[in-house]
C-alpha cells in the first residue's frame, strides 16, 4: 500500500476499500488470536479487557499505517509486549509470530486488492456469531460463579449464601472445655467418690 492505487475502467478496488479490508484482517487476526480471547474472557487486562482489546487493535492499525516497511519480528514483539503489558501473560507459545505473520500476509494481499483471506475470516467471525470468547467457554462457569461472589449482596441469588455464613463471634470453642470436678464432701469429712463418666 505504497501509493494510490490506479483504478482502470472500475475493476480495481480503491484504497480506500484495500484500507478498510486490511484493517478489518487486522481485527479479526487479533480477535481470533487464542491468548488474547482467554486474556479477555478471563478479565486478565481488568474489567474492560474487552475495550482494551479493541484499543489493541486500533493502535496495531495506527502503528502498521505510521510503520509500512514493519517486518513480521517488528509485529510479533509490539503483539507480544501489550499482552505483558496491558494483560499480564506472557505468550510463549508462538501464536504471536503466527499472528504476526497473519498481518505482514494481508498487508500484501489487500494492497493487491485480494481480499479472500479477509472475507473468510469474517465468514468464520459471522458464523461463531460475532464471539471471540468460545476459546475461553471453560473458564465461563468460573468467572460466573466469581462475578457472583462479589455481588454487594442486593441480589436474591447472593441471600442463600448469607444464610449459610457463621458469626465467628459466636464460633463454638475448638476445645471442649470439661467443668471442674468439685469434690462433694459429706457432713463426716469424708470426700465421696464418684465413677467416672465415659
Same mark, same amino acid.
Given at each position: 500500500?505504497?501509493?494510490?492505487?490506479?483504478?482502470?475502467?472500475?475493476?480495481?478496488?480503491?484504497?480506500?476499500?484495500?484500507?478498510?479490508?486490511?484493517?478489518?484482517?487486522?481485527?479479526?487476526?487479533?480477535?481470533?488470536?487464542?491468548?488474547?480471547?482467554?486474556?479477555?474472557?478471563?478479565?486478565?487486562?481488568?474489567?474492560?479487557?474487552?475495550?482494551?482489546?479493541?484499543?489493541?487493535?486500533?493502535?496495531?492499525?495506527?502503528?502498521?499505517?505510521?510503520?509500512?516497511?514493519?517486518?513480521?519480528?517488528?509485529?510479533?514483539?509490539?503483539?507480544?509486549? =501489550?499482552?505483558?503489558? $496491558?494483560?499480564? @501473560?506472557?505468550?510463549? &507459545? !508462538?501464536? #504471536?509470530?503466527?499472528?504476526?505473520?497473519?498481518?505482514? /500476509?494481508?498487508?500484501?494481499?489487500?494492497?493487491?486488492?485480494?481480499?479472500?483471506?479477509?472475507?473468510?475470516?469474517?465468514?468464520?467471525?459471522?458464523?461463531?456469531?460475532?464471539?471471540?470468547?468460545?476459546?475461553?467457554?471453560?473458564?465461563?462457569?468460573?468467572?460466573?460463579?466469581?462475578?457472583?461472589?462479589?455481588?454487594?449482596?442486593?441480589?436474591?441469588?447472593?441471600?442463600?449464601?448469607?444464610?449459610?455464613?457463621?458469626?465467628?463471634?459466636?464460633?463454638?470453642?475448638? =476445645?471442649?472445655?470439661? $467443668?471442674?470436678? @468439685?469434690?462433694?464432701? &459429706? !457432713?463426716? #469429712?469424708?470426700?465421696?467418690?464418684?465413677?467416672?463418666? /465415659?
Amino acid at each position: 500500500m505504497s501509493g494510490p492505487m490506479e483504478v482502470s475502467g472500475g475493476s480495481a478496488p480503491s484504497q480506500e476499500k484495500c484500507k478498510a479490508q486490511f484493517e478489518l484482517g487486522v481485527t479479526l487476526s487479533l480477535f481470533f488470536w487464542p491468548s488474547l480471547s482467554l486474556a479477555v474472557v478471563n478479565n486478565w487486562g481488568g474489567p474492560d479487557s474487552k475495550d482494551k482489546r479493541e484499543w489493541f487493535a486500533q493502535t496495531t492499525i495506527d502503528l502498521l499505517e505510521e510503520n509500512p516497511d514493519a517486518d513480521g519480528e517488528w509485529i510479533e514483539t509490539f503483539l507480544l509486549q =501489550v499482552m505483558l503489558d $496491558e494483560f499480564e @501473560v506472557n505468550v510463549d &507459545d !508462538e501464536s #504471536g509470530y503466527e499472528v504476526a505473520e497473519q498481518i505482514l /500476509r494481508l498487508r500484501k494481499d489487500c494492497g493487491k486488492g485480494d481480499f479472500r483471506e479477509v472475507e473468510s475470516m469474517k465468514e468464520r467471525w459471522d458464523r461463531k456469531g460475532g464471539k471471540s470468547e468460545d476459546v475461553g467457554k471453560l473458564f465461563e462457569k468460573r468467572e460466573r460463579n466469581e462475578e457472583e461472589d462479589e455481588t454487594d449482596g442486593s441480589e436474591d441469588d447472593s441471600d442463600d449464601e448469607e444464610d449459610q455464613d457463621v458469626d465467628m463471634d459466636e464460633a463454638p470453642p475448638l =476445645v471442649r472445655v470439661k $467443668e471442674p470436678v @468439685v469434690p462433694e464432701v &459429706d !457432713e463426716d #469429712g469424708f470426700t465421696k467418690v464418684t465413677k467416672k463418666k /465415659r
